[in-house]
Protein backbone atom coordinates (compact mmCIF):
# COMPACT_ATOMS: atom_id res chain seq x y z
CA UNK A 1 0.00 0.00 0.00
CA UNK A 2 2.00 3.63 -0.93
CA UNK A 3 1.93 6.00 1.48
CA UNK A 4 -0.56 9.03 0.38
CA UNK A 5 -0.07 12.90 1.73
CA UNK A 6 -2.28 15.70 1.00
CA UNK A 7 -0.65 18.50 -1.12
CA UNK A 8 -1.77 21.24 -2.89
CA UNK A 9 -0.88 21.70 -7.03
CA UNK A 10 -1.12 24.09 -9.17
CA UNK A 11 -3.43 23.78 -12.01
CA UNK A 12 -2.10 26.08 -14.06
CA UNK A 13 1.93 25.45 -13.89
CA UNK A 14 1.73 21.99 -12.22
CA UNK A 15 4.13 23.10 -9.05
CA UNK A 16 3.14 21.45 -5.69
CA UNK A 17 2.54 22.92 -2.61
CA UNK A 18 2.67 21.47 0.95
CA UNK A 19 0.12 24.10 2.41
CA UNK A 20 -2.53 26.65 0.38
CA UNK A 21 -1.72 29.35 -0.91
CA UNK A 22 -4.17 31.96 -2.79
CA UNK A 23 -0.82 32.40 -5.12
CA UNK A 24 1.43 29.83 -6.84
CA UNK A 25 4.69 30.94 -5.69
CA UNK A 26 5.72 28.78 -8.74
CA UNK A 27 3.84 30.96 -11.69
CA UNK A 28 2.10 33.34 -9.76
CA UNK A 29 -1.34 32.64 -11.04
CA UNK A 30 -4.02 33.77 -8.60
CA UNK A 31 -6.53 30.73 -7.14
CA UNK A 32 -4.92 27.89 -8.88
CA UNK A 33 -4.10 25.51 -5.94
CA UNK A 34 -6.50 22.66 -5.74
CA UNK A 35 -6.16 19.79 -3.16
CA UNK A 36 -4.53 16.53 -4.07
CA UNK A 37 -3.47 13.23 -3.06
CA UNK A 38 0.04 11.89 -3.95
CA UNK A 39 2.08 9.09 -3.01
CA UNK A 40 5.20 9.51 -1.27
CA UNK A 41 6.86 6.68 -3.27
CA UNK A 42 8.55 7.77 -6.48
CA UNK A 43 5.98 6.41 -8.88
CA UNK A 44 5.66 9.47 -10.78
CA UNK A 45 9.16 10.54 -11.06
CA UNK A 46 9.74 7.15 -12.53
CA UNK A 47 6.75 7.45 -14.75
CA UNK A 48 7.86 10.49 -16.52
CA UNK A 49 11.37 9.24 -17.07
CA UNK A 50 9.49 6.39 -18.51
CA UNK A 51 7.77 8.75 -21.19
CA UNK A 52 11.07 10.66 -21.80
CA UNK A 53 12.63 7.79 -22.70
CA UNK A 54 9.98 6.31 -24.79
CA UNK A 55 9.95 9.13 -26.51
CA UNK A 56 13.94 9.02 -27.10
CA UNK A 57 15.14 6.02 -28.11
CA UNK A 58 19.11 7.01 -28.23
CA UNK A 59 19.68 8.36 -24.81
CA UNK A 60 23.10 9.33 -25.69
CA UNK A 61 24.25 12.47 -27.16
CA UNK A 62 24.88 12.86 -30.40
CA UNK A 63 26.02 15.85 -33.21
CA UNK A 64 22.69 17.43 -34.35
CA UNK A 65 23.03 16.55 -38.27
CA UNK A 66 23.39 12.87 -36.68
CA UNK A 67 20.71 12.90 -35.83
CA UNK A 68 18.30 10.56 -38.44
CA UNK A 69 14.94 11.86 -38.86
CA UNK A 70 11.51 11.53 -40.83
CA UNK A 71 9.63 14.25 -42.17
CA UNK A 72 6.45 14.30 -39.89
CA UNK A 73 3.63 13.66 -42.31
CA UNK A 74 0.36 15.00 -41.11
CA UNK A 75 -2.62 12.97 -41.92
CA UNK A 76 -5.50 15.17 -42.83
CA UNK A 77 -8.50 14.39 -40.67
CA UNK A 78 -11.34 15.55 -43.62
CA UNK A 79 -12.57 18.29 -41.79
CA UNK A 80 -10.90 20.90 -43.76
CA UNK A 81 -11.06 23.76 -41.28
CA UNK A 82 -9.47 21.99 -38.32
CA UNK A 83 -6.45 20.85 -40.56
CA UNK A 84 -5.88 24.15 -41.44
CA UNK A 85 -5.18 24.90 -37.72
CA UNK A 86 -2.88 22.07 -37.62
CA UNK A 87 -1.33 23.34 -40.57
CA UNK A 88 -1.95 19.92 -42.39
CA UNK A 89 -3.81 17.37 -39.66
CA UNK A 90 -2.57 14.70 -37.27
CA UNK A 91 0.79 13.04 -37.36
CA UNK A 92 1.24 9.88 -35.99
CA UNK A 93 2.44 9.07 -32.63
CA UNK A 94 1.39 12.44 -31.67
CA UNK A 95 -1.46 13.46 -28.68
CA UNK A 96 -3.42 16.91 -29.88
CA UNK A 97 -5.83 18.26 -26.85
CA UNK A 98 -8.44 20.17 -27.72
CA UNK A 99 -10.10 22.30 -24.73
CA UNK A 100 -12.78 24.78 -24.10
CA UNK A 101 -16.10 25.21 -22.20
CA UNK A 102 -18.51 22.76 -21.32
CA UNK A 103 -21.05 23.03 -24.09
CA UNK A 104 -19.10 24.49 -27.15
CA UNK A 105 -18.88 21.72 -29.29
CA UNK A 106 -15.71 19.35 -28.63
CA UNK A 107 -18.03 16.24 -28.64
CA UNK A 108 -19.65 16.77 -31.70
CA UNK A 109 -15.73 17.93 -33.56
CA UNK A 110 -14.29 14.67 -32.66
CA UNK A 111 -17.13 12.69 -33.30
CA UNK A 112 -17.12 14.28 -37.20
CA UNK A 113 -13.42 14.00 -36.80
CA UNK A 114 -13.69 9.93 -36.27
CA UNK A 115 -16.14 9.41 -38.45
CA UNK A 116 -13.80 11.70 -41.45
CA UNK A 117 -10.89 9.63 -40.31
CA UNK A 118 -9.01 8.11 -43.20
CA UNK A 119 -8.21 5.18 -41.45
CA UNK A 120 -9.37 3.19 -38.54
CA UNK A 121 -10.91 5.17 -35.68
CA UNK A 122 -11.96 4.47 -31.59
CA UNK A 123 -13.82 6.91 -30.12
CA UNK A 124 -13.84 6.36 -26.28
CA UNK A 125 -16.56 8.22 -24.44
CA UNK A 126 -16.29 8.26 -20.89
CA UNK A 127 -19.44 10.66 -20.41
CA UNK A 128 -22.11 9.62 -22.40
CA UNK A 129 -23.26 6.12 -23.01
CA UNK A 130 -22.60 4.17 -26.57
CA UNK A 131 -26.01 4.65 -27.29
CA UNK A 132 -26.18 8.41 -26.98
CA UNK A 133 -23.02 8.59 -29.16
CA UNK A 134 -24.23 6.54 -31.10
CA UNK A 135 -27.31 8.70 -31.79
CA UNK A 136 -25.43 12.05 -32.00
CA UNK A 137 -23.45 10.11 -34.88
CA UNK A 138 -26.79 9.33 -36.40
CA UNK A 139 -27.38 12.84 -36.45
CA UNK A 140 -24.37 14.27 -38.03
CA UNK A 141 -24.58 12.13 -40.53
CA UNK A 142 -21.16 10.08 -39.39
CA UNK A 143 -21.98 6.35 -39.67
CA UNK A 144 -17.99 5.15 -41.08
CA UNK A 145 -17.60 1.67 -40.74
CA UNK A 146 -14.33 2.25 -39.69
CA UNK A 147 -15.44 4.14 -36.60
CA UNK A 148 -15.25 2.30 -33.20
CA UNK A 149 -17.08 3.31 -29.93
CA UNK A 150 -16.60 2.61 -26.54
CA UNK A 151 -17.70 3.83 -23.63
CA UNK A 152 -14.98 3.34 -20.68
CA UNK A 153 -13.97 5.12 -17.80
CA UNK A 154 -10.79 3.30 -16.67
CA UNK A 155 -7.39 4.00 -18.27
CA UNK A 156 -6.82 -0.20 -18.84
CA UNK A 157 -10.16 -0.84 -20.33
CA UNK A 158 -9.14 2.36 -22.83
CA UNK A 159 -5.91 0.74 -23.36
CA UNK A 160 -7.55 -2.71 -23.85
CA UNK A 161 -10.17 -1.65 -26.44
CA UNK A 162 -7.20 0.49 -28.65
CA UNK A 163 -5.38 -3.21 -28.51
CA UNK A 164 -8.85 -5.03 -29.91
CA UNK A 165 -9.22 -2.16 -32.50
CA UNK A 166 -5.93 -1.31 -33.92
CA UNK A 167 -7.30 2.14 -34.96
CA UNK A 168 -4.48 4.89 -36.57
CA UNK A 169 -6.82 7.65 -34.47
CA UNK A 170 -7.62 7.37 -31.05
CA UNK A 171 -10.73 10.36 -29.37
CA UNK A 172 -10.50 10.02 -25.81
CA UNK A 173 -13.64 12.41 -23.89
CA UNK A 174 -12.56 13.34 -22.02
CA UNK A 175 -9.66 13.56 -19.64
CA UNK A 176 -11.55 14.68 -16.80
CA UNK A 177 -13.49 12.15 -16.53
CA UNK A 178 -11.33 8.97 -16.85
CA UNK A 179 -9.45 7.32 -14.24
CA UNK A 180 -6.11 5.19 -13.64
CA UNK A 181 -7.68 2.69 -10.91
CA UNK A 182 -3.98 2.02 -9.86
CA UNK A 183 -4.05 5.53 -8.40
CA UNK A 184 -6.18 6.82 -5.20
CA UNK A 185 -7.61 9.96 -6.71
CA UNK A 186 -10.72 10.78 -7.96
CA UNK A 187 -11.73 11.09 -11.77
CA UNK A 188 -10.69 15.00 -12.48
CA UNK A 189 -7.89 15.29 -9.72
CA UNK A 190 -4.70 16.71 -10.74
CA UNK A 191 -3.06 13.26 -9.99
CA UNK A 192 -5.42 11.50 -12.22
CA UNK A 193 -5.52 13.58 -15.23
CA UNK A 194 -1.76 13.83 -14.97
CA UNK A 195 -1.01 10.47 -15.22
CA UNK A 196 -4.05 9.82 -17.33
CA UNK A 197 -2.44 11.86 -20.07
CA UNK A 198 1.36 10.69 -19.65
CA UNK A 199 -0.03 7.19 -20.09
CA UNK A 200 -1.99 8.04 -23.45
CA UNK A 201 1.42 9.60 -24.47
CA UNK A 202 3.42 6.69 -23.76
CA UNK A 203 0.86 4.64 -25.63
CA UNK A 204 0.66 7.01 -28.84
CA UNK A 205 4.35 7.00 -29.13
CA UNK A 206 4.58 3.41 -28.82
CA UNK A 207 2.05 2.47 -31.13
CA UNK A 208 2.37 5.59 -33.33
CA UNK A 209 -1.18 6.55 -33.52
CA UNK A 210 -2.72 9.74 -33.02
CA UNK A 211 -4.62 10.46 -30.13
CA UNK A 212 -7.56 13.57 -29.41
CA UNK A 213 -7.90 14.29 -26.34
CA UNK A 214 -10.82 16.40 -24.92
CA UNK A 215 -10.39 18.71 -21.77
CA UNK A 216 -12.89 21.02 -20.41
CA UNK A 217 -11.97 24.59 -19.02
CA UNK A 218 -14.39 26.71 -17.40
CA UNK A 219 -13.95 30.67 -18.58
CA UNK A 220 -10.91 32.21 -16.81
CA UNK A 221 -9.10 28.26 -17.41
CA UNK A 222 -9.25 27.51 -13.54
CA UNK A 223 -10.02 23.82 -13.74
CA UNK A 224 -7.28 21.00 -12.73
CA UNK A 225 -6.69 19.47 -16.12
CA UNK A 226 -6.23 21.59 -19.38
CA UNK A 227 -3.54 23.96 -18.09
CA UNK A 228 -1.54 21.47 -16.93
CA UNK A 229 -1.80 19.07 -19.93
CA UNK A 230 -0.42 21.58 -22.07
CA UNK A 231 3.19 20.99 -21.60
CA UNK A 232 2.64 17.03 -21.86
CA UNK A 233 0.62 16.78 -25.05
CA UNK A 234 2.09 17.80 -28.68
CA UNK A 235 -0.35 20.05 -29.65
CA UNK A 236 -2.96 22.36 -27.67
CA UNK A 237 -6.15 23.37 -30.05
CA UNK A 238 -8.55 25.46 -28.02
CA UNK A 239 -12.31 25.89 -28.95
CA UNK A 240 -13.52 29.23 -28.42
CA UNK A 241 -17.18 30.86 -29.33
CA UNK A 242 -20.08 32.06 -27.49
CA UNK A 243 -22.85 28.83 -27.22
CA UNK A 244 -25.37 31.63 -27.82
CA UNK A 245 -24.31 32.29 -31.34
CA UNK A 246 -23.60 29.64 -33.88
CA UNK A 247 -19.83 30.68 -34.35
CA UNK A 248 -17.19 28.76 -32.94
CA UNK A 249 -13.55 29.41 -33.76
CA UNK A 250 -10.92 26.66 -32.91
CA UNK A 251 -7.26 28.04 -32.63
CA UNK A 252 -4.01 26.07 -31.73
CA UNK A 253 -1.97 27.55 -28.62
CA UNK A 254 0.73 25.20 -28.87
CA UNK A 255 1.77 23.03 -31.65
CA UNK A 256 5.02 20.94 -32.06
CA UNK A 257 4.86 20.34 -35.92
CA UNK A 258 3.95 23.55 -37.31
CA UNK A 259 2.80 26.84 -37.15
CA UNK A 260 -0.08 27.98 -34.67
CA UNK A 261 -1.36 31.08 -36.31
CA UNK A 262 -4.52 29.92 -37.95
CA UNK A 263 -7.55 30.56 -37.47
CA UNK A 264 -10.46 27.82 -38.08
CA UNK A 265 -14.19 28.88 -38.18
CA UNK A 266 -17.36 27.03 -37.64
CA UNK A 267 -20.70 27.30 -37.99
CA UNK A 268 -22.73 25.19 -34.91
CA UNK A 269 -26.07 23.99 -37.40
CA UNK A 270 -28.55 21.15 -36.97
CA UNK A 271 -26.48 18.73 -38.16
CA UNK A 272 -22.97 19.35 -36.53
CA UNK A 273 -20.50 21.66 -37.05
CA UNK A 274 -19.97 23.14 -40.46
CA UNK A 275 -16.41 25.08 -41.85
CA UNK A 276 -16.90 28.52 -42.64
CA UNK A 277 -14.63 29.31 -45.67
CA UNK A 278 -16.19 32.68 -45.69
CA UNK A 279 -16.55 34.31 -42.17
CA UNK A 280 -17.25 38.11 -43.21
CA UNK A 281 -20.09 36.56 -45.29
CA UNK A 282 -21.70 34.89 -42.49
CA UNK A 283 -20.85 37.69 -39.95
CA UNK A 284 -22.39 40.36 -42.41
CA UNK A 285 -25.26 38.64 -44.00
CA UNK A 286 -27.75 40.14 -40.92
CA UNK A 287 -26.81 43.87 -41.62
CA UNK A 288 -28.85 46.53 -41.24
CA UNK A 289 -27.35 49.28 -43.74
CA UNK A 290 -27.61 53.16 -42.30
CA UNK A 291 -28.61 52.46 -39.04
CA UNK A 292 -26.92 55.00 -36.36
CA UNK A 293 -23.91 52.89 -34.28
CA UNK A 294 -22.97 50.41 -36.60
CA UNK A 295 -19.69 49.95 -38.32
CA UNK A 296 -17.52 47.22 -40.22
CA UNK A 297 -14.17 46.87 -38.87
CA UNK A 298 -11.88 44.23 -41.15
CA UNK A 299 -9.87 42.56 -38.41
CA UNK A 300 -7.44 39.46 -38.65
CA UNK A 301 -7.26 36.84 -36.25
CA UNK A 302 -4.42 34.19 -37.00
CA UNK A 303 -3.78 34.86 -40.84
CA UNK A 304 -6.98 35.23 -41.63
CA UNK A 305 -9.09 38.64 -42.46
CA UNK A 306 -12.53 38.91 -41.79
CA UNK A 307 -15.11 41.69 -41.30
CA UNK A 308 -17.04 42.68 -38.25
CA UNK A 309 -19.75 44.56 -37.41
CA UNK A 310 -19.44 46.69 -34.15
CA UNK A 311 -22.81 47.99 -32.48
CA UNK A 312 -23.07 50.77 -30.39
CA UNK A 313 -26.06 52.16 -28.57
CA UNK A 314 -26.54 55.01 -26.14
CA UNK A 315 -29.79 55.93 -24.47
CA UNK A 316 -30.15 59.33 -21.77
CA UNK A 317 -29.66 58.30 -18.53
CA UNK A 318 -32.12 59.68 -15.33
CA UNK A 319 -30.87 62.11 -13.25
CA UNK A 320 -29.04 60.71 -10.39
CA UNK A 321 -28.34 57.26 -12.09
CA UNK A 322 -25.07 55.96 -12.72
CA UNK A 323 -25.01 55.33 -16.18
CA UNK A 324 -24.41 51.81 -17.41
CA UNK A 325 -21.68 50.36 -19.37
CA UNK A 326 -22.56 47.22 -21.03
CA UNK A 327 -19.84 45.39 -23.95
CA UNK A 328 -20.01 42.40 -25.64
CA UNK A 329 -17.03 41.02 -27.59
CA UNK A 330 -14.39 44.20 -26.24
CA UNK A 331 -12.67 44.18 -22.91
CA UNK A 332 -14.81 46.58 -20.82
CA UNK A 333 -11.55 48.12 -19.41
CA UNK A 334 -10.73 48.99 -23.90
CA UNK A 335 -14.44 50.53 -24.09
CA UNK A 336 -13.73 52.94 -21.08
CA UNK A 337 -10.53 53.86 -22.54
CA UNK A 338 -11.91 54.57 -25.74
CA UNK A 339 -14.93 56.04 -24.25
CA UNK A 340 -12.70 58.69 -22.53
CA UNK A 341 -10.74 59.41 -25.53
CA UNK A 342 -13.81 60.19 -27.01
CA UNK A 343 -15.00 62.32 -24.44
CA UNK A 344 -11.79 64.12 -24.09
CA UNK A 345 -10.28 64.29 -27.94
CA UNK A 346 -13.48 64.84 -29.57
CA UNK A 347 -15.46 66.33 -27.45
CA UNK A 348 -18.53 63.95 -27.72
CA UNK A 349 -19.77 63.44 -24.18
CA UNK A 350 -20.79 60.43 -22.51
CA UNK A 351 -21.36 61.13 -18.80
CA UNK A 352 -25.11 61.31 -18.99
CA UNK A 353 -25.18 58.44 -21.53
CA UNK A 354 -25.82 54.85 -20.86
CA UNK A 355 -23.56 53.04 -23.97
CA UNK A 356 -24.17 49.38 -25.56
CA UNK A 357 -21.35 48.37 -27.24
CA UNK A 358 -21.48 44.75 -29.16
CA UNK A 359 -19.76 42.49 -31.48
CA UNK A 360 -21.98 41.12 -33.88
CA UNK A 361 -21.91 36.96 -34.27
CA UNK A 362 -20.43 36.55 -30.54
CA UNK A 363 -17.08 37.43 -32.14
CA UNK A 364 -14.45 38.97 -29.50
CA UNK A 365 -12.47 41.92 -30.81
CA UNK A 366 -9.30 41.93 -29.08
CA UNK A 367 -7.63 43.17 -32.24
CA UNK A 368 -5.94 46.69 -31.58
CA UNK A 369 -6.65 47.44 -35.04
CA UNK A 370 -10.53 47.35 -34.14
CA UNK A 371 -10.27 50.91 -32.03
CA UNK A 372 -11.40 53.19 -34.40
CA UNK A 373 -14.31 50.68 -35.72
CA UNK A 374 -14.93 51.20 -32.15
CA UNK A 375 -14.61 54.93 -31.69
CA UNK A 376 -16.85 55.77 -34.71
CA UNK A 377 -19.35 53.23 -34.15
CA UNK A 378 -19.77 55.12 -30.41
CA UNK A 379 -19.46 58.60 -32.09
CA UNK A 380 -22.35 57.55 -34.29
CA UNK A 381 -24.48 56.10 -31.53
CA UNK A 382 -24.03 59.17 -29.39
CA UNK A 383 -24.95 61.78 -32.55
CA UNK A 384 -28.04 59.53 -33.57
CA UNK A 385 -26.12 59.87 -37.31
CA UNK A 386 -25.10 56.67 -39.26
CA UNK A 387 -21.91 56.37 -41.14
CA UNK A 388 -21.58 56.41 -44.18
CA UNK A 389 -22.68 52.77 -46.42
CA UNK A 390 -19.63 50.93 -47.50
CA UNK A 391 -17.37 52.75 -45.52
CA UNK A 392 -14.81 50.65 -42.65
CA UNK A 393 -12.62 51.68 -40.55
CA UNK A 394 -9.06 50.20 -39.76
CA UNK A 395 -6.76 51.50 -37.04
CA UNK A 396 -5.59 51.38 -33.19
CA UNK A 397 -6.05 54.53 -31.33
CA UNK A 398 -4.01 56.09 -28.68
CA UNK A 399 -4.61 58.12 -25.59
CA UNK A 400 -3.64 61.41 -27.19
CA UNK A 401 -6.43 60.22 -29.80
CA UNK A 402 -4.38 59.61 -32.82
CA UNK A 403 -4.63 56.80 -35.23
CA UNK A 404 -2.02 54.44 -34.91
CA UNK A 405 -1.10 51.72 -37.59
CA UNK A 406 -1.89 47.87 -37.50
CA UNK A 407 -0.55 44.56 -38.58
CA UNK A 408 -1.90 43.34 -42.05
CA UNK A 409 -2.83 46.21 -43.16
CA UNK A 410 -2.80 45.21 -46.76
CA UNK A 411 -5.19 41.90 -45.93
CA UNK A 412 -7.71 43.75 -44.54
CA UNK A 413 -7.91 46.24 -47.25
CA UNK A 414 -8.46 43.31 -49.78
CA UNK A 415 -10.75 41.85 -47.46
CA UNK A 416 -12.73 44.48 -47.09
CA UNK A 417 -12.75 45.62 -50.99
CA UNK A 418 -13.89 41.83 -51.52
CA UNK A 419 -16.85 42.76 -49.68
CA UNK A 420 -17.76 45.69 -51.68
CA UNK A 421 -16.37 48.64 -49.60
CA UNK A 422 -15.56 51.29 -51.32
CA UNK A 423 -14.46 54.03 -48.64
CA UNK A 424 -11.51 52.48 -45.74
CA UNK A 425 -10.12 54.46 -43.80
CA UNK A 426 -6.97 54.00 -42.64
CA UNK A 427 -3.84 55.50 -40.19
CA UNK A 428 -2.57 58.91 -41.75
CA UNK A 429 1.12 56.64 -42.02
CA UNK A 430 -0.29 53.78 -43.84
CA UNK A 431 2.14 52.49 -46.85
CA UNK A 432 0.60 53.25 -49.83
CA UNK A 433 -1.08 50.23 -51.64
CA UNK A 434 -1.45 49.49 -55.31
CA UNK A 435 -4.19 48.34 -57.55
CA UNK A 436 -7.13 48.55 -55.12
CA UNK A 437 -10.58 49.54 -55.99
CA UNK A 438 -11.43 50.96 -52.45
CA UNK A 439 -10.71 54.83 -51.53
CA UNK A 440 -7.94 54.86 -48.67
CA UNK A 441 -8.48 57.84 -46.90
CA UNK A 442 -5.78 58.53 -44.04
CA UNK A 443 -6.86 60.03 -40.77
CA UNK A 444 -4.38 60.74 -38.23
CA UNK A 445 -6.72 60.86 -35.37
CA UNK A 446 -10.06 60.14 -34.32
CA UNK A 447 -11.51 63.74 -34.59
CA UNK A 448 -10.41 63.94 -38.37
CA UNK A 449 -12.02 60.42 -38.81
CA UNK A 450 -15.26 61.38 -37.56
CA UNK A 451 -15.16 64.20 -40.20
CA UNK A 452 -14.83 61.42 -42.75
CA UNK A 453 -17.05 58.94 -41.56
CA UNK A 454 -21.14 61.07 -41.71
P1 LIG B 1 -21.13 19.11 -27.46
O1 LIG B 1 -20.32 18.66 -28.61
O2 LIG B 1 -21.77 18.08 -26.62
O3 LIG B 1 -20.24 20.06 -26.52
P2 LIG B 1 -19.01 19.70 -25.56
O4 LIG B 1 -18.56 18.33 -25.86
O5 LIG B 1 -17.97 20.76 -25.85
O6 LIG B 1 -19.49 19.84 -24.15
O7 LIG B 1 -22.24 20.07 -28.08
C1 LIG B 1 -22.75 21.15 -27.41
C2 LIG B 1 -24.04 21.68 -27.97
O8 LIG B 1 -24.09 21.68 -29.39
C3 LIG B 1 -25.22 20.89 -27.53
O9 LIG B 1 -25.76 21.53 -26.40
C4 LIG B 1 -26.19 20.92 -28.64
C5 LIG B 1 -25.44 21.55 -29.80
N1 LIG B 1 -25.51 20.74 -31.01
C6 LIG B 1 -26.07 21.27 -32.15
O10 LIG B 1 -26.53 22.42 -32.17
N2 LIG B 1 -26.11 20.51 -33.30
C7 LIG B 1 -25.63 19.25 -33.34
O11 LIG B 1 -25.67 18.60 -34.41
C8 LIG B 1 -25.06 18.69 -32.15
C9 LIG B 1 -24.53 17.29 -32.13
C10 LIG B 1 -25.00 19.47 -31.02
MG1 LIG C 1 -18.77 16.62 -24.62
Not at 265 to 289: H, K, W, Y
Not at 296 to 301: G, H, L, M, R
Request: hydrophobic fraction near 40%.
Amino acid sequence: MPRLRTVYVCSSCGAQHPKWAGQCTACGEWNTLVEDVVSTETAVVSKTVAVSRALNSATEPLPISDITHSESAATATGIAEFDRVLDGGLVPGSVTLVSGEPGIGKSTLLLQIASTWPGRALYVSAEESAQQVRLRAKRLGANDDDTYLVSAMSLGDIVGAIDKVKPSLVVVDSVQTIADETIESAPGSVTQVRECSFRLVQEAKARNIAILLVGHVTKDGNIAGPRLLEHVVDTVVSFEGDRLHALRMVRAIKHRFGTTNELGLFEMTESGLVGVPDASNMLLADRQIGVAGSIVVPTIDGQRPMLVEVQALTTKVGTGFTPRRSAQGIESSRLAMLLAVLERRTGTAFASLEVYVSVVGGVRLNDPGSDLGFCLALASAAHDQPVTPQLAAIGEVGLGGEVRHVTHLERRVREAERMGFDRILVPANAKPLDGGRATLIRVASVAEAITHAF
